[in-house]
Each structure stands twice: as C-alpha cells, then as structure tokens.
C-alpha cells in the first residue's frame, strides 16, 4: 500500500514537471511569435508616390484668337519694347493666388519672353478688386493710356453678374469702353468670367458671357474664352473645381493662374506672329 502511494506521488509529479515544460515551451513560442508581429513596426514604410501634375490643356477653338494682334505685331516687328496692361478686378488682380507672382499677368509676362527670348516685354497688372466696367473705364486715362500700351487685356463681367445688375447697362459701358481703348491705337482682347460655383450660381452668368462674346464680334476684337476654357476643364477633362478654384469657390488658383497665362501667351504669340501684310502699316 504504501508502494503503491509512493507511485503514484512519484506519477503526479513527474505530470506536473511535464506540464511545466509544456507551459515553458507555450511561453517561449508566445514571446518569439510577438517579437515576430513586433518587428515589421520598426521598419518605415516608403512615402506615397507623388500626384501626378495635371496637365495645362485646352481646345485649339477656345484657345486661339480670330483676329491677328496687328499693334503688337508692329512693334515685335520693330524690335521695339513691347507693353501690354492687363486691366480687370480680383483675378487680374491675383486673388486666389498665393503671391503677386503667380497672378495672371505676371507669369503671362514669363511665358512671353519664352516666346520672344531677348525682347523688352512688360505685362502691367491694373487690377482692382471689387470692380466693374465702369470703375475700370474711369480708370483708363492713369492706368491705361498713360502707359502707352500696345495691347490691352480687358476681363470684365464677373462683378455685375456676382451683384445680379441687369445686363444691358452693362453692356452700353462695354462698347464704349472697347471704342475709348481702339482709339489709343492697341489691340484689345477681351477676357469672360471665369467658371467657378459662386458664379455659376447667378442666373445671370450665361447672359454675360454670350454678351461678352457679341461685343468682341461687333467690335472687331479677340475674345479669350475663359469661362468655356474653365468649362472644359470640369466638364470635359473631369478636372474637380479645387484643382483650379480657390477655397472660396470663386477666385481661380496658381495652377489655373498659370494655366491660363500659358495659354494665353501662346495665343498671343500666335496672333502676333501670324503672316498679315498689312501689319507693318500699323507700327507706332
């Protein structure tokens, strides 16, 4: 009997001391699989992959000019210093932009002397916040005509359609600002709203645009497409609005500042380039 004790105390200890290995080896095998799942977080993960940019393009209709530009033709023909004066409000202003810089007609007047390497080119920005085409003509004789200009970019429409005036008072002040600046002897190009949502929410805005339009056809001058050109951008090319408009959903942004001096420079260029005879007979 007491054989048979001593067995079985000998039994149940030899259990427990194959049960403490056990629980050992379960032990040593938990802390390696946790050193395991431990060590992929002192390893850094690569940066994502920078976004592609997004491409400046257009459709040669909305980006060319009809008219050949005959003043600033002459005076590239010349060699003489050539002076454009980019009148309008807050996107000729740069509103939206991170820097004066990166406004319109201050990388419009980097993309010209691409085009023209060595010429004396200068792109004045006369733009003013808050403006109208009246306030803009009564600036005309301090901040156009005395500069000389021999090409004149007017954008206009923006803020009487932001304000919901009626259209046809604005466009009587059209015309008769578009005859005071031909008179001057320069090139005129008009430049439309610009297709953002808080314009696009005025019922007004197609209205203004087809004026615009009309008035470029009834007075002879070019027209740049801007609001067809943002268009396109949204509709056709699926570019979302804050690739190209600024937080305050109205103003445009570096990129599409950059874009559109891209592109308007090439249209100048183009049109100040394009063969016309009579282009010498204009020079001043």
Sequence with gaps: MIKTRSTMIAGLAGTLLALSGAAATLLALSGAASAQVAAPAHIVAPPPAPAAPVACTAPAAISHFERPLLHTMARLIGGLPLTIVALGSSSTAGAGASSPAASY????E???????????????????????????MARFQNDVIAADPQLVLWQVGTNSVLRDHPLKPHSVALHEGIDELKAIGADVVLIDPQYAPAVLAKSETPGMVEQIAVAAKDEDVDLF???????????????????????????????????????????????ATRPVASAAMHSR
């Excluded at 060595?118 to 306030?135: K, P």
């Excluded at 570019?239 to 308007?264: E, G, I, R, T």
Aim: glycine content about 6%.
């Design 105 to 108: 007609p201050s990388r419009l």
């Design 110 to 136: 980097a993309e010209l002397k691409q085009h023209f390497p060595g010429r004396d080119i200068t792109v004045l920005n006369r733009g003013v916040n808050g403006d109208e085409a009246d306030n803009m």
């Design 225 to 271: 497409h801007r609001f067809a050109l943002m268009r396109n951008w949204h509709e056709v090319q699926h570019l979302p609005f804050d690739v190209f408009v600024s937080p305050d959903q109205l103003h445009m942004n570096d990129w599409s500042y950059a874009c559109v001096a891209k592109l308007l420079g090439t249209a100048v260029a183009e049109a």
